[in-house]
């Protein structure tokens, strides 16, 4: 189990065809755990936006789920989740992000960003020839952008409360943020894509046999 959760190895990465195996189990994983366990609860507390389809969604959000958000949510969010230093600096971007979006809580993001600034500069003092990041550097960025992307998706849900609205988004959106986010280190940004696109094309479908 500690090798699975430990999947940070530097330039070691799986083979291509133990990444696609690994992500059409996961897939499946959590398709019967969103459909399954979530979403009758979701049904039975009547919260809503959980089950949009092909007939309850425009041209516009289909294409945003299928193109526009694939190819901008993981080179915003996954840019910089190759592993190398090199790409670091587009981690900013989030705490940029929710700055904006979060205004209230600027100082939380502006605090956690310059976090990230002085663990990045200490490491290349500390190991000015390595090109990639620590295991602990890498992690903890691994841990914030999957929760900022899950967060980023709280206006999704539809409920009575801002604390279902929360929970239901972190129960519902984390679990692909998670695959999403090792796809991108394993194969790289254009698979992570291409992954987060089929995913979004089978929660339509799927929603849309199921609910409508």
């Given at each position: ?19 696609i195996w ?7 994983i ?50 910089f989740?190759?592993?190398?230093r ?37 490491e ?12 602990a ?56 894509m ?12 799927l ?6």
């Amino acid at each position: 189990m500690i090798k699975y959760l430990h999947f940070y190895q530097k330039g070691q990465k799986l083979y291509k065809h133990k990444i696609i195996w690994y992500s059409i189990y996961a897939t499946l994983i959590i398709f019967c755990y969103q459909y399954i366990l979530i979403d009758p609860i979701a049904i039975k507390l009547e919260i809503g936006g959980l089950d949009k389809g092909f007939s309850n969604s425009d041209s516009i959000d289909i294409l945003s789920a299928l193109l526009l958000a694939p190819v901008l949510e993981e080179l915003l969010s996954r840019g910089f989740l190759s592993g190398k230093r090199k790409h670091f600096i587009f981690l900013f971007i989030q705490p940029l992000l929710g700055m904006l979006i979060f205004g209230t809580y600027w100082w939380l993001f502006l605090g956690i960003g310059f976090g990230f600034l002085v663990w990045i500069i200490h490491e290349r003092n500390q190991r000015p020839d390595d090109v990639y990041l620590s295991s602990a550097l890498f992690y903890a960025s691994f841990i914030f952008t999957t929760l900022v992307f899950t967060i980023l998706h709280v206006g999704n849900v539809e409920s009575s409360s801002i604390a279902l609205d929360w929970t239901f988004t972190i129960l519902g959106i984390l679990p692909a943020a998670i695959l999403f986010g090792w796809v991108r280190y394993q194969a790289g940004l254009a698979f992570s894509m291409l992954t987060h696109g089929i995913f979004n094309l089978l929660t339509i479908s799927l929603n849309e046999i199921i609910y409508l």
